[in-house]
Structure formats: C-alpha cells, structure tokens
C-alpha cells in the first residue's frame, strides 16, 4: 500500500488499513515485557505455571485482544465518550465512599455479583479522557494562564480527594500527577507552575504530620531509616535492595534467585517482581528491561508528538504518563529510593487491576495514532 | 455566522507548546529511567558484594554441632569418662505448632504426664519461636524411632541423637575428673567478653570440677557447623553436605591414674571417709587419688534435684569435698619422720637415749604417751612412735629446722598437678609466729613438743603426706606428682625431673629403715612397733614399710580422753598410715587417712595394705617374680592330628601362657 494511496478519502476508514496503522513494534515490546513477567512469576512459583505465569500470560493475550479492538475504534468515539466515562468514575467512586467493600482498613472496592473492581482504575483512564477533551476546546490563552484554569483544577482535585480518602494515596498521587501532566503539557504558565512547587513543598511537612494516616507516615519514616526496624516496614525494602544487589552484574541464574525463591522477598509476585528480576538476571536484565520501558514511552509520546488533533495528543500523553509514573514509582520503591506505596510495575507484575488500565489506555494510544489524521471538530471549549 | 471557538493562530501555539513540553516530559522520562539504572548500578556493580553476602546471611545458616568430648583414660587407657548416645525430643514453636495438641500427642508415644506437659507447655511459649525445648532425654530405641516415623505429621517436633556424658565407674574418680553440667551464668562471664558460641548451645555441657574444668578447652574440642539453606520463616529447606565444617573432636587426656588400684580403694573405704593417695615412687606418677565417700557424677550431668544436691551437700561426711586435696589434718606420728631427719640434719647424734614411763613433765605441765615404752633411741623411738621421745627430740633440734626439713619435703605447698582445688595447709614456725600473731609473735617453748608429734598448728592435706613418703621411700629425688600423663597424645613432662634432695644419704636411709622397723619389713621385730604385721601384703617376699598417725582432731583437755574409735564419729582421731612397698626396692608409695577413724594402725594401715596389693598385682614386674609359670607340656607339631586343623596355611602357634610379653 501507497502513501498516497492513504491520502484518499474513506481509505483510512477501512479495517484493514487501521490495523496496519497499529504500531506493532509498541505491541511486540509489550509482549516481551509481559513475557518476562510471565518468565519471572514461572520462576518463582518454582518452576510452575500455576499459580501466576499462566493467568499473567492468558490475561495479556485477552487484554492485547481488546487492546486492538480499542485501537480501530473511532478516535471521535473515544472523544465523545470522555466525558461520560469521567462522570461514571465519579459515580463510582461515590459509590465506594458510601457502599464500598472494606479490605485491610481501606475501602476502595466495589462488588458487582461475585466480581469486585476498584472503581479508582476507571478514573486514571477517565481523567486523562476528560481532559484532553476538555483542553480541546480550550485556546492557548486560557490554557496558559486564566480563571478557566480552576475548571480542570477542580476536575483533577474531585477524583484525588475522592480516592485520597479511600485511602490510596498511591492511587491518588497517581491520578493527581496524570492529570498535572496533561495540563502541563497543554501549557500552563511556567509562572504557575513554579507556584505550585514551591506550595506543594510548603504544604508536603503539615500534609505528612497531619494529615496522613499513621501506617502511611510510618512507610515514609521506615524509607528514610529502613535500618531502624529491619524486621518490620524495613523489611521490605531491606530485602527488595537485597535482591537487587546480590543480583550483580548478570544475576544469581534463572530460579535460582534465592531471595524469592525462600520467601524472603515480600509480595514477589506483585509490587516487587522486578527485584526477582534484578536477582536472577542481574544488572543486563534491569537494564534490558528498563530499555523496553524506555521505548514503549518512548514511542507512546510520539504518537502523542505526530497526532493532529489536540484531543488526541493530550490523551496519549496523559496514558503514557500515567505509565511512565507507574515504572518511576515500582522502580524507585523496589531500588530503595522510595517509600513502599503499593504501586506493581505495569505488564511485570501479576495483577489484573493494572494491566486491565493500562492496556486500554493503550488501546487509546494505538487509537491516537491509527485516526491521527481524523478531525475532531465538535469541541466548543465548554461542557457539552 | 458562527464565530470558531478557537483561533487557527491559537491551534498552532497550543501545538507548538505541546511539542516542546512533550520532548520536556520525554526528557524527564528518559532522565527518571537512567537515574533508575544508575541506582541499579550502583546497588548492582558497586555494592554488589556487600549484598551478596547479605543474602548468603539470609539463605544460608550454620547449625552448630557440639563436637564430640575427649575421653578421659585411666594409663591403661581403660575409659574413665566417655560419650554415649542420647536420643533426645524436642518441640519447638512455630507457624501453625499447636504446642498442646502436639504434646497431647507426643504423650502417647512417651511418659509425660498433665503436669510435666504444663510444665513443658510454660516453656515452650516462653522460649523464643522455632527455639527447642528439650522435652524427653534418653528415650529408648523404640520411642526415638516411632517419634521418628510420625515426626513429618507432627511440625515443630524433633527427635535427634545427641551425646551425653557417662562416667563408668560412678563415684570412684569422681573428685579427681569432676563433672561436667549444664552451662551457668558464671561459666558465660568467666569465658570473657567473646565466649565460645557453642557454649549457649543447649547440649552443650561445660567441665565443672577436676580435670573436666581444668582442662575444658582441650576436650570440649572445636565444634562444627552444619550448613543449611532456610527460607525466611527459618525453616531447612535443605542441607548442603559440601559447606559443612566438620566439628574437631576433643583431645583424650591420659591420667596416671590406675583404675583398678582406685577402684579397689573405692571398695575399702566403703562408707568410711576420708582419702587415699598412692604414687609412683621412682616416677611420681599419681596412681591412686581417691576421696571418700564419693558421688556419682553421673547425676550432675543430667542436673541434680534440690533433695539430691542437699542430700550430698548436708552430708557430715562430705562428699562433694575432695579429702585428698582440699581438706587439711594434722598429720599426727607421720610427722615424726620429719622430726627424725631434722635431728640426724641438725648433728643429733641418733643413739641418745631417752626413756618413756607413759608421762614426761616439763616446762610447768605433764606431757603425755599413750604407754610407757621404757628406754628409746631414735630408730626404736620411730618404730614405737613414743610421743615422750619425740617431745625432747623436738626441742633439741628446735621449730624451724623441723619446718625446713618437712619444706623440703613437699610439705604446706601445693602442686602443679593440673586439677584446682589444692590447700597448702601449715608448717608452722616461729616466721610464722611473728606474721600471723602480732600480739604474740613469740615461738613459746611449750609449742614445739606438740610440733614434734605432728599435732598443734600443723595441717596438712593426703596429697601432700605421700609426696613426703614418696621422696622417703625413693631417698633421692625430690619427686613431684604427676596426674596427667599426656594431653591429645602429648607427654606431659614427668614428675621425677627434678633436682635431688638436699640432705645426705645416711640420714635419709636412717628414716627409711625406721619406717621399715614400724611395720618389720626390714626383718627387725621391735616390740611394741606400731605397724607391726602391717608388711604383710600376702606377696611374699614383697614387704610393705610405713608410718603410722593417730591424730587429735581436737583437744583433749589435760591430755585425757578417749582414743581410738569410740564416741561420738565427729569426735574421733583420724587415721594416718604413710606406707611404701616394696621395702627392698620401693616402687609405690601411699599415704591413706581415714577421718575419723580412730587408731592409724587398725583404721588406716589395713587399708593402705589393700590397695598397696593391687598396685602390685598390677606391675608386670613383680607379678614375674611372684607366680613361677608352669611351661606347657610341649606338643611337636608333627604329632598333632592334621584334620584337627583348619584349612589354613600355618596356624598360630598355641600361646604359653605366664610368659612376659
């Protein structure tokens, strides 16, 4: 197929040509990195598919599935869904305040029949939906700097509090800073950004001695002196740089990561594969798998970069940073850099949840680039 | 008309924002990913080896084994302390133990009643978690192995095959080897800042008294590990037989002790207390140390009961207390050898007479004999032990020579013989006035007839009695005992190493032939000789010499009172007898004390002829010249009926018995 031939009209609607249109080098990188999940949690189940490798692997293949179907769907489908979605996650996380289900001191779940889901996952898809949608209609004025601006502050501040009083503070920060980014990226005021810096570093000492719950307080305090309570909260990180420094240069060999193979390291299978990682492939595997990361953002924020429409280059971009966020904040908990937040390392780690959200942002993303050239015009700048 | 929400100048500025913060936010991605990887380097490359080890700390754990204990042997390396097999139960807490239900269990496989499992139970739960309490000892084969077939069903229980400490022989040796017990408090702080970890081992068991303490290094040995891989519950997950560290077992320590010579002394004392010490009187080796009544050590090891431990310890005869070292008694007539050779030292000429009617008054009072003995020289006076002749012989030769002489002698000294527990005891002298009395630093007169006959402050302990027998019978070295004859194998230096004795010949043979006159060994028959039929040792030709001691274990009162073994047992006199045998060539030389006993000659002499046989049954030499062996008749091989023979090329020829090998 021909250039030019893309050029002509109703050409890029056909199937065929927008499934050729879906980044498939992106694909072929995630399904590494989700096969090195799957090669990791085989390892520590010793040598068994049962009971991670298996389900991580069959959930990617559906997920990759939908991820698809998602990519051909209209970009304007998407764009007029934004708002809905985003108002559903608010529904939702309403709901949880008033009638969720609570597991270990926090309620952040909601059951529908025999299932349970964290309406919170919705949102970190909806608020990236919202916002390009409604930075869409927005001029470079307004975005810059204007009254309009408390308009997304609010949108942003709702869903945080909603899910900050869960509690999930990792959740929160997550879906706080998405939604940062994207006004960020669609060109807030340098000015008001320093601001907000300089604030939030006034506001972070109260916010941690009041307004944080004790068991969260406590988790900054052992990341700072993991050496005072080497048995208790420290644990965790102890044994997680443990693993990772034993790993050295190309690691321990594949099942023989002694740290996760005798249990010393904690939530192996989720928030700290990448430090079974670390162990049994050592320094190389890191890096390679820090490189695959680097390429699926990579790549993702350049289909943001190439979109012609503004709807379309701020979706992807707030999926990718979304993303990217999830990697920097695994990474440096499991490296000691951070404190233990509960946040697993996307396609690594076993757990729908995640994988769930980020495939279908993916889904968005591959949907950015397949309708790239797609006018999105029904944008006033306001609420529908 | 509809006026664009946007601009198309906008359109193009909010892109060209886009794009610029896009390659920002990209640039920040980048930037966080290769702070990650410089992290994972540095934790990776940089420190990789201080977490390796770290890991190793955590996969792998050094289980301590107890390396087995050195023997203790008797010189014919017959076994004096040993080892056995003990197959032990423990039940230790953990993740999913229910530690009633598991000892509800364990019960039908062992005694254990309600109260010992409470007991059991409190105990568990307050030891730390997966820390085992020992529940049973000593189980019998059946026990340990049904335990050891249920024991996968049954988590937090194990049943394991320790050593234990066992003394054979019970009580004989028991003061000189002493015990070993369970580690204290006291034993940790005396090992120093850095104690040993196989100390808090929980069965490891810790030398206590006698040679088990004093040499506790040298037999405890050097205590293996045992490498295996844990998961972090501390769980084994498995062994790893490669990185074991085998334990290095303890040296054997040789004694110069024979058991059969100390066995036969256990026997004769029976109840009686008191102590018997018997040594090589060409080599100083200590043959025989026994201390009577004694204790089964046995019972320390496995821990004494409050009723055991007071049943012993409120004993009047004191059984925890080693009589042949740490107890001191005047040494009574024995001494009289000491005043003898003073005199002959000092130019006393040895044939002045002095004539003994039972009573001697001098210096203002009546001094006592137990008979009248009529006219005595020095030689008879020896034979007789007249008290009256050894007053006047003591004051010619005056305080401090009779203290040098018994110095000389081994006398209130201790020595180095590897075990604690020594007392010096007293040879007094007029230094030793003026030190310890300094209101009244004067040597009186009247204190010396007392010294001549081994009484007022002279005490003295069994060991140190037959030092001074064993250089009177040698007559030439001074002898030093010897009780450990070596250490892993290694010689220790003998006893008869050093330097000679300094008086002369003829005076010491002078002593050595009144002791013979004591018992006639020497062939004299002095009438009235205290020891007098004592030589006999039923070995014929082979003669026992001696010294006997009678001393007052308190006052008298004007010198009146009952001797011998009559009234009231803590009353009594003890009962000395010094022997050596053989009198011609002397080869072993023996001091016996019966506490208490009453006359040396009936309480202690008989005695020290009993063991003194053994000793000799058991030289090779003597033994030669005793029993004259009866040949075989010779059978000539060619006579012999070949089928009688088995198949083989040469058959050993028949031994002849009797023969010195």
């Given at each position: 197929?021909?250039?030019?031939?893309?050029t002509r009209p109703?050409e890029?609607?056909r199937l065929i040509?927008?499934l050729s249109e879906?980044?498939?080098?992106?694909v072929?990188?995630?399904?590494?990195?989700a096969?090195a999940g799957g090669?990791?949690?085989?390892?520590?189940?010793?040598?068994?598919?049962?009971?991670?490798a298996?389900?991580?692997?069959i959930?990617?293949?559906?997920?990759?599935a939908?991820?698809i179907?998602?990519?051909?769907l209209d970009?304007?489908?998407w764009?007029a869904?934004a708002y809905p979605?985003?108002?559903?996650?608010l529904?939702?996380?309403?709901?949880v305040?008033?009638h969720g289900?609570?597991r270990l001191?926090?309620?952040?779940?909601l059951?529908?029949g025999?299932f349970?889901?964290?309406?919170?996952?919705?949102?970190k898809i909806?608020?990236?939906?919202?916002?390009?949608?409604?930075?869409h209609g927005a001029?470079?004025q307004?975005?810059?700097?204007s009254w309009?601006?408390?308009i997304?502050?609010g949108?942003i501040?709702?869903?945080?509090l909603l899910?900050a009083k869960?509690p999930?503070?990792?959740t929160?920060?997550?879906?706080?800073?998405?939604?940062?980014?994207?006004v960020?990226?669609?060109?807030l005021s340098?000015?008001?950004?320093?601001?907000?810096?300089?604030?939030?570093l006034?506001?972070a000492?109260?916010?941690?001695?009041?307004?944080?719950h004790?068991?969260?307080?406590?988790r900054i305090?052992t990341?700072l002196?993991?050496?005072?309570?080497?048995?208790?909260t420290?644990?965790?990180?102890l044994?997680?740089?443990?693993?990772?420094?034993?790993?050295?240069?190309l690691g321990k060999?594949?099942?023989?990561?002694?740290?996760s193979?005798?249990?010393?390291?904690p939530?192996?299978?989720?928030d700290?594969?990448?430090?079974t990682?670390?162990e049994e492939?050592?320094?190389v595997?890191?890096?390679s798998?820090?490189i695959?990361y680097?390429?699926v953002?990579?790549?993702a924020?350049?289909?943001?970069?190439?979109?012609?429409?503004h709807f379309?280059?701020?979706?992807?971009?707030?999926?990718?940073?979304?993303?990217a966020l999830?990697?920097?904040i695994?990474?440096?908990?499991?490296?000691?850099?951070?404190?233990?937040v509960?946040?697993?390392?996307?396609?690594?780690s076993?757990?729908?949840?995640v994988m769930?959200t980020?495939?279908?942002?993916?889904?968005?993303?591959?949907?950015v680039?397949?309708?790239?050239y797609a006018?999105v015009t029904?944008?006033k700048?306001?609420?529908? | 008309?509809?006026?664009p929400?946007i601009?198309?100048?906008?359109v193009?500025e909010?892109?060209?924002v886009?794009?610029?913060r896009a390659?920002?936010?990209?640039?920040?991605?980048?930037l966080?990913?290769g702070?990650l990887?410089g992290r994972l380097?540095y934790l990776?490359?940089?420190?990789?080896q201080?977490?390796?080890k770290?890991?190793a700390?955590n996969?792998f754990?050094?289980k301590?084994?107890?390396a087995?204990?050195?023997?203790?042997v008797d010189r014919?390396?017959?076994?004096?302390?040993?080892?056995?097999p003990?197959f032990?139960l423990?039940?230790?807490?953990d993740k999913?133990?229910?530690?009633?239900?598991?000892l509800?269990?364990?019960?039908e496989?062992?005694?254990l009643?309600d109260?010992?499992?409470r007991?059991?139970?409190?105990?568990i739960?307050?030891?730390?978690?997966?820390a085992?309490?020992q529940?049973?000892?000593?189980?019998?084969?059946e026990q340990?192995?049904?335990?050891n077939?249920?024991?996968?069903?049954?988590?937090?229980v194990?049943a394991?095959?320790?050593?234990?400490?066992?003394y054979p022989?019970g009580g004989?040796?028991?003061?000189?080897?002493g015990?070993v017990?369970?580690?204290?408090k006291e034993?940790?702080?005396a090992a120093?800042p850095?104690?040993?970890?196989?100390?808090?081992?929980?069965?490891?068991?810790?030398?206590?008294q006698?040679v088990e303490?004093a040499f506790?290094v040298?037999l405890?040995?050097?205590?293996g590990?045992q490498k295996?891989?844990?998961?972090?519950?501390?769980?084994?997950?498995r062994q790893?037989?490669?990185?074991d560290?085998p334990a290095?077992?303890?040296?054997?320590i040789?004694?110069t002790?024979?058991a059969?010579?100390?066995?036969?002394a256990?026997?004769v004392f029976g109840a009686?207390?008191?102590?018997?010490?018997?040594?090589?009187?060409r080599?100083?080796?200590?043959?025989?140390m026994?201390s009577?009544?004694?204790?089964d050590?046995?019972?320390f090891?496995r821990?004494?009961t409050g009723?055991e431990?007071r049943?012993?310890a409120l004993?009047?005869r004191?059984?925890?207390f080693?009589?042949?070292?740490?107890?001191?008694?005047?040494?009574?007539?024995t001494f009289k050898?000491m005043v003898?050779?003073?005199?002959?030292?000092?130019?006393y000429?040895?044939?002045t007479?002095h004539?003994?009617?039972?009573?001697?008054?001098w210096?203002?009072?009546?001094?006592?004999c137990?008979?009248?003995?009529?006219p005595q020289?020095?030689?008879?006076?020896i034979?007789?032990?007249?008290?009256?002749y050894?007053?006047?012989c003591a004051?010619a030769?005056?305080?401090?020579?009779i203290a040098?002489?018994?110095r000389a002698?081994?006398l209130?000294q201790?020595f180095?013989i590897?075990?604690p527990?020594?007392k010096?005891?007293?040879?007094p002298?007029?230094?030793y006035?003026?030190?310890v009395?300094?209101?009244?630093?004067?040597?009186?007169?009247?204190?010396?007839?007392?010294?001549?006959?081994?009484?007022?402050y002279?005490?003295?302990?069994?060991?140190q009695?037959c030092?001074?027998?064993?250089?009177?019978?040698?007559?030439r070295k001074?002898?030093?005992p010897?009780l450990i004859?070596s250490i892993?194998g290694?010689?220790?230096?003998a006893?008869?190493s050093?330097?000679?004795?300094?008086?002369?010949?003829?005076h010491?043979?002078?002593?050595?032939?009144g002791?013979g006159?004591?018992t006639g060994?020497n062939?004299?028959h002095i009438a009235?000789?205290?020891?007098?039929?004592?030589?006999?040792?039923?070995?014929?030709s082979?003669?026992?010499?001696?010294?006997t001691?009678t001393?007052?274990?308190?006052g008298?009162?004007?010198?009146?009172g009952?001797?011998g073994?009559?009234?009231?047992?803590?009353?009594?006199d003890h009962?000395w007898?010094i022997?050596?045998?053989?009198?011609?060539?002397?080869r072993y030389a023996?001091?016996v004390?019966v506490?208490?006993?009453g006359f040396?000659?009936s309480?202690a002499?008989?005695k020290?002829?009993?063991?003194?046989?053994?000793a000799m049954l058991?030289?090779?030499?003597?033994t030669a010249?005793?029993t004259?062996?009866?040949?075989?008749?010779?059978?000539?091989?060619?006579?012999?009926n070949q089928d009688?023979?088995?198949?083989g090329?040469?058959a050993?020829?028949?031994?002849?018995?009797g023969?010195?090998?």
């Amino acid at each position: 197929m021909t250039v030019s031939a893309l050029t002509r009209p109703g050409e890029r609607d056909r199937l065929i040509v927008k499934l050729s249109e879906i980044d498939w080098l992106f694909v072929a990188v995630l399904t590494l990195i989700a096969g090195a999940g799957g090669l990791m949690l085989f390892s520590i189940a010793g040598s068994s598919w049962t009971p991670w490798a298996a389900p991580h692997l069959i959930r990617y293949a559906l997920l990759l599935a939908i991820m698809i179907v998602l990519a051909v769907l209209d970009v304007r489908v998407w764009f007029a869904l934004a708002y809905p979605i985003y108002g559903l996650g608010l529904l939702l996380l309403v709901a949880v305040a008033v009638h969720g289900q609570t597991r270990l001191g926090a309620t952040r779940w909601l059951g529908v029949g025999p299932f349970s889901f964290q309406p919170s996952e919705v949102m970190k898809i909806g608020i990236v939906l919202a916002l390009a949608r409604l930075y869409h209609g927005a001029g470079a004025q307004r975005a810059r700097l204007s009254w309009w601006l408390l308009i997304p502050a609010g949108m942003i501040a709702v869903p945080v509090l909603l899910v900050a009083k869960q509690p999930d503070l990792g959740t929160a920060m997550l879906i706080a800073l998405t939604g940062t980014v994207i006004v960020v990226l669609a060109g807030l005021s340098w000015r008001v950004i320093a601001v907000g810096v300089l604030g939030a570093l006034a506001v972070a000492p109260p916010f941690f001695m009041f307004v944080m719950h004790d068991y969260q307080r406590e988790r900054i305090l052992t990341f700072l002196h993991p050496e005072n309570d080497p048995s208790g909260t420290g644990y965790h990180i102890l044994q997680s740089m443990i693993a990772l420094g034993s790993g050295g240069l190309l690691g321990k060999g594949y099942g023989l990561g002694s740290q996760s193979q005798l249990n010393f390291l904690p939530e192996k299978q989720t928030d700290f594969i990448f430090a079974t990682l670390a162990e049994e492939f050592g320094f190389v595997g890191c890096v390679s798998i820090l490189i695959l990361y680097g390429a699926v953002i990579f790549m993702a924020l350049r289909t943001a970069y190439l979109s012609h429409s503004h709807f379309g280059r701020l979706a992807a971009a707030g999926v990718t940073a979304t993303f990217a966020l999830y990697v920097m904040i695994n990474g440096a908990m499991v490296m000691g850099l951070a404190p233990v937040v509960g946040v697993p390392m996307p396609m690594l780690s076993y757990g729908g949840t995640v994988m769930v959200t980020v495939m279908v942002g993916f889904g968005l993303v591959q949907s950015v680039r397949v309708h790239r050239y797609a006018e999105v015009t029904s944008g006033k700048g306001t609420f529908v | 008309m509809t006026q664009p929400a946007i601009f198309f100048e906008e359109v193009n500025e909010r892109q060209g924002v886009f794009h610029r913060r896009a390659i920002l936010l990209g640039a920040f991605a980048g930037l966080g990913l290769g702070a990650l990887g410089g992290r994972l380097g540095y934790l990776q490359l940089v420190e990789t080896q201080r977490y390796e080890k770290l890991s190793a700390s955590n996969q792998f754990n050094f289980k301590l084994l107890p390396a087995p204990r050195g023997l203790i042997v008797d010189r014919n390396g017959a076994v004096l302390a040993a080892n056995r097999p003990n197959f032990r139960l423990m039940v230790a807490r953990d993740k999913g133990v229910d530690p009633e239900a598991t000892l509800k269990t364990l019960a039908e496989y062992v005694p254990l009643d309600d109260a010992r499992q409470r007991r059991y139970l409190r105990e568990i739960n307050a030891a730390p978690k997966r820390a085992p309490v020992q529940i049973m000892e000593d189980m019998t084969w059946e026990q340990f192995s049904a335990l050891n077939v249920r024991a996968p069903e049954l988590p937090g229980v194990t049943a394991d095959m320790g050593e234990v400490r066992v003394y054979p022989h019970g009580g004989a040796f028991a003061h000189v080897i002493g015990y070993v017990a369970k580690v204290n408090k006291e034993d940790v702080d005396a090992a120093g800042p850095n104690p040993d970890p196989i100390m808090l081992h929980p069965s490891f068991r810790i030398g206590k008294q006698g040679v088990e303490k004093a040499f506790d290094v040298a037999l405890r040995g050097k205590a293996g590990a045992q490498k295996v891989e844990v998961d972090a519950n501390g769980r084994e997950v498995r062994q790893d037989p490669n990185g074991d560290i085998p334990a290095v077992p303890g040296k054997v320590i040789e004694l110069t002790i024979d058991a059969d010579v100390q066995l036969r002394a256990e026997e004769v004392f029976g109840a009686e207390s008191g102590a018997a010490v018997m040594m090589d009187c060409r080599t100083g080796d200590v043959l025989c140390m026994y201390s009577g009544p004694s204790f089964d050590a046995n019972k320390f090891v496995r821990g004494l009961t409050g009723a055991e431990y007071r049943e012993l310890a409120l004993y009047e005869r004191k059984p925890l207390f080693n009589k042949a070292l740490t107890a001191t008694y005047p040494p009574g007539s024995t001494f009289k050898t000491m005043v003898a050779l003073a005199a002959l030292d000092s130019g006393y000429d040895p044939n002045t007479v002095h004539s003994c009617g039972k009573t001697w008054a001098w210096g203002g009072r009546v001094w006592h004999c137990d008979q009248a003995h009529g006219p005595q020289t020095l030689h008879t006076a020896i034979a007789t032990s007249c008290d009256i002749y050894f007053y006047q012989c003591a004051l010619a030769v005056g305080p401090d020579r009779i203290a040098k002489v018994a110095r000389a002698f081994g006398l209130g000294q201790t020595f180095d013989i590897g075990i604690p527990g020594q007392k010096p005891g007293l040879v007094p002298d007029t230094a030793y006035k003026r030190r310890v009395f300094p209101k009244d630093p004067v040597w009186h007169p009247g204190e010396t007839p007392s010294m001549g006959i081994g009484q007022g402050y002279t005490h003295l302990n069994p060991l140190q009695l037959c030092v001074q027998v064993a250089r009177l019978a040698n007559r030439r070295k001074a002898l030093h005992p010897r009780l450990i004859k070596s250490i892993g194998g290694v010689e220790q230096p003998a006893g008869s190493s050093f330097g000679d004795l300094p008086f002369k010949p003829e005076h010491l043979e002078f002593v050595y032939n009144g002791m013979g006159a004591v018992t006639g060994a020497n062939g004299e028959h002095i009438a009235r000789a205290t020891g007098f039929g004592q030589a006999d040792l039923g070995l014929g030709s082979f003669l026992m010499a001696g010294k006997t001691g009678t001393a007052q274990s308190r006052g008298y009162g004007g010198g009146t009172g009952a001797h011998g073994a009559v009234g009231e047992w803590s009353l009594r006199d003890h009962a000395w007898f010094i022997c050596f045998a053989p009198f011609d060539n002397p080869r072993y030389a023996m001091s016996v004390l019966v506490e208490h006993g009453g006359f040396g000659a009936s309480a202690a002499a008989p005695k020290a002829r009993e063991i003194m046989r053994v000793a000799m049954l058991k030289d090779p030499e003597i033994t030669a010249q005793i029993t004259k062996p009866a040949p075989l008749p010779e059978v000539p091989p060619a006579e012999r009926n070949q089928d009688d023979l088995p198949d083989g090329p040469e058959a050993d020829p028949i031994p002849t018995p009797g023969q010195p090998t």
